[in-house]
T-cell receptor, first 115, second 114 residues
Framework: NAGVTQTPKFQVLKTGQSMTLQCAQD?????MSWYRQDPGMGLRLIHY???????DQGEVPNGYNVSRSTTEDFPLRLLSAAPSQTSVYFC??????????????FGPGTRLTVT | AQTVTQSQPEMSVQEAETVTLSCTYD???????LFWYKQPPSRQMILVIR??????QNATENRFSVNFQKAAKSFSLKISDSQLGDAAMYFC???????????FGKGTKLSVIP
């Protein structure tokens, strides 16, 4: 099993450009999520999905779009990149057991710089 | 909204010694789950330990154990016999039973001194 994969590992964008961060998992997890990690801020939830066709907002959703057409894939789109979106982005997946989230499996992260 | 507080931005420990990282959380829920994650310099997030709030017994995983004080809303991580490979950022996290959201603290950077 590859687990959770993310591409690219590094990306530099100019302000106003758009791009998609890719995330895929091969563990048949229902739940997938995107976080951003900024220095001194921990990880903050951007968007999450509990299954194909079902997405919802997390703590910091502005400027990001998601969709989930398959169980395996959960891409994150930046429509018009801003310097405030410079961050490290993590994708994670887990089972959703009765009563709560299971162990989150994280991808290796994408370091995004917006100039 | 739930909040998770890690009051120690940085800590250090001598190799082979014991260190405790603190975490407090704020919630009105009675059923929830708490986690400690480790992030080494490689950036990969790794689950260290998971605690279910309805279980009185503190979770342990080899050299890692927690002190879960539900009434005090405290969830500290004890690392025994510290090793150089334990040097990392450690994040405490909370999710309510039935919730789809995981809330992280800001992290504690642990250094291990040889």
């Amino acid at each position: 099993n590859a687990g959770v994969t993310q591409t690219p590992k590094f990306q530099v964008l100019k302000t106003g450009q758009s791009m998609t961060l890719q995330c895929a998992q091969d563990m048949n997890h229902e739940y997938m999520s995107w976080y951003r990690q900024d220095p001194g801020m921990g990880l903050r939830l951007i968007h999450y999905s509990v299954g194909a066709g079902i997405t919802d907002q997390g703590e910091v959703p502005n400027g990001y779009n998601v969709s989930r057409s398959t169980t395996e894939d959960f891409p994150l789109r930046l429509l018009s990149a801003a310097p405030s979106q410079t961050s490290v982005y993590f994708c994670a997946s887990s089972y959703y057991k009765s009563g709560g989230l299971g162990e989150q499996y994280f991808g290796p992260g994408t370091r995004l710089t917006v100039t | 909204a739930q909040t998770v507080t890690q009051s120690q931005p940085e800590m250090s420990v001598q190799e082979a010694e014991t260190v405790t990282l603190s975490c407090t959380y704020d919630t009105s829920e009675s059923d929830y789950y708490l986690f400690w994650y480790k992030q080494p310099p490689s950036r990969q997030m790794i689950l260290v330990i998971r605690q279910e709030a309805y279980k009185q017994q503190n979770a342990t995983e080899n050299r890692f154990s927690v002190n879960f004080q539900k009434a005090a809303k405290s969830f500290s991580l004890k690392i025994s016999d510290s090793q150089l490979g334990d040097a990392a950022m450690y994040f405490c996290a909370y999710t309510g039973a039935g919730s789809y959201q995981l809330t992280f603290g800001k992290g504690t950077k642990l250094s291990v001194i040889p």
